[in-house]
């Protein structure tokens, strides 16, 4: 089992991955097919770190 606050940070390690492998060759994935589409990677990373805090609040 993750330790807490472990999740938030796996999910933040694996966005940034897959932003890097973004901005050096796109992924072609659906509004994703430049490298300047990297942000919306990074809107993504928000979302899904504040929603996992918000459910380990709430476990």
Known sequence: ????GGMTKLLALVIIGIM????????????LKRRGDFWKLALLAMAAISLAAILGHWV
């Open 1 to 4: 089992m993750l330790v807490k």
């Open 20 to 31: 890097l492998i973004q901005i050096i060759k796109p992924l072609g994935w659906p509004g």
